[in-house]
């Protein structure tokens, strides 16, 4: 399906407000991570205003597709995307890890409407993925399940056993993505722990791979619906993304993956995202 240009503005816009609103959150809050919810927001865009079959009215609606997010620590983008679609009001994303919040530093299943799982530990989200799909199977359900997940998280033993697990039962219901952004808390993946030949090593799991430029909404919508065409197994998409995308001063810095900015930093990301609104709009006149 092809975007047409006011498609790409609207998606395009709606990332750039959720990028915004990642700031004041990060700011009020005093704490959390910035790098990877930035990053992450043109994905989030596309799912909850473009690929997911959702309801904010309903959010416990059968037919809902399910989303996991199994890297928990980027939810300030999964919290800013729910209330921005209407699941609960865009005020309370400045209570962002406030003590009584509903939106904690991980998400919390049952705290907030349209939340799957709760996470934490990181490498577990594939898992209870895998288990949905397979409940999903067993029902003859047509809902997807989505799962998300950080490249640092590939370093998890538990990973793998669930990607063993999706590739033997074919589970072409099941569509996971890893956002390729290369950094983790203590630095850059591939001086870390490397990761690569990533692609190679899903595809010898049964996965059919794809990858694509996490910020490009065309690759993104047509990579998900691609995977809905893979009737054979399950698929994966690498989403390359610079950490803290939309902000000059943090974007691929490893060193903003488990920071906030402070008040004058908040400011000036703020003015850049200001501005990069106004020339998204001009872009697509």
Same mark, same amino acid.
């Given at each position: 399906?092809?975007?047409?240009?006011?498609?790409?503005?609207?998606?395009?816009?709606?990332?750039?407000?959720?990028?915004?609103?990642?700031?004041?959150?990060?700011?009020?809050?005093?704490?959390? %991570?910035? @790098?990877?919810?930035?990053?992450? @927001?043109?994905?989030?865009?596309?799912? #909850?205003? +473009?690929?997911?079959?959702?309801?904010?009215?309903?959010?416990?609606?059968?037919?809902?597709?399910?989303?996991?997010?199994?890297?928990?620590?980027? &939810?300030?983008?999964? #919290?800013?995307?729910?209330? +921005?679609?209407? #699941?609960?009001?865009?005020?309370?994303?400045?209570?962002?890890?406030?003590?009584?919040?509903?939106?904690?530093?991980?998400?919390?299943?049952?705290?907030?409407?349209?939340?799957?799982?709760?996470?934490?530990?990181?490498?577990?989200?594939?898992?209870? @993925?895998?288990?949905?799909?397979?409940?999903?199977?067993?029902?003859?359900?047509?809902?997807?399940?989505? &799962?998300?997940?950080?490249?640092? *998280?590939?370093?998890?033993?538990?990973?793998? *056993?669930?990607?063993?697990? @999706?590739?033997? =039962?074919?589970?072409?219901?099941?569509?996971?993505?890893?956002?390729?952004?290369?950094?983790?808390?203590?630095?850059?993946?591939?001086?870390?722990?490397?990761?690569?030949?990533?692609?190679?090593? #899903?595809?010898?799991? =049964?996965?059919?791979?794809?990858?694509?430029?996490?910020?490009?909404?065309? *690759?993104?919508?047509?990579?998900?619906?691609?995977?809905?065409?893979?009737?054979?197994?399950?698929?994966?998409?690498?989403?390359?993304?610079?950490?803290?995308?939309?902000?000059?001063?943090?974007?691929?810095?490893?060193?903003?993956?488990?920071?906030?900015?402070?008040?004058? *930093?908040?400011?000036?990301?703020?003015?850049?995202?200001?501005?990069?609104?106004?020339?998204?709009?001009?872009? %697509?006149?």
């Amino acid at each position: 399906m092809t975007l047409t240009a006011q498609d790409i503005q609207r998606l395009e816009e709606k990332a750039n407000l959720i990028r915004q609103a990642i700031i004041k959150m990060l700011l009020e809050a005093g704490s959390g %991570h910035s @790098a990877g919810p930035l990053g992450m @927001a043109d994905i989030f865009a596309a799912l #909850y205003f +473009h690929i997911l079959n959702h309801d904010p009215a309903k959010p416990d609606w059968s037919e809902r597709d399910r989303l996991v997010l199994s890297n928990g620590h980027i &939810c300030p983008v999964l #919290y800013a995307s729910l209330a +921005h679609a209407g #699941y609960f009001p865009l005020s309370e994303l400045l209570t962002l890890r406030k003590l009584g919040s509903r939106l904690q530093g991980h998400p919390h299943r049952g705290a907030l409407p349209g939340l799957e799982t709760t996470s934490g530990p990181l490498g577990s989200g594939l898992s209870q @993925a895998v288990g949905m799909a397979l409940a999903g199977r067993i029902d003859k359900a047509k809902w997807q399940v989505i &799962c998300l997940m950080s490249d640092g *998280e590939q370093d998890a033993g538990n990973t793998w *056993e669930a990607v063993m697990l @999706a590739g033997k =039962n074919k589970l072409h219901n099941l569509t996971a993505l890893i956002d390729r952004n290369n950094i983790q808390i203590d630095g850059f993946t591939e001086d870390i722990m490397p990761l690569e030949n990533l692609r190679a090593k #899903y595809e010898a799991f =049964n996965f059919h791979v794809l990858e694509i430029d996490g910020h490009n909404m065309q *690759e993104i919508i047509d990579a998900f619906n691609g995977a809905k065409a893979i009737f054979e197994k399950p698929t994966l998409i690498i989403a390359h993304t610079i950490p803290g995308k939309g902000v000059d001063f943090m974007e691929g810095k490893f060193e903003w993956h488990g920071k906030p900015p402070n008040k004058e *930093e908040a400011k000036l990301a703020l003015h850049e995202l200001r501005t990069l609104q106004g020339k998204i709009k001009s872009e %697509h006149q």
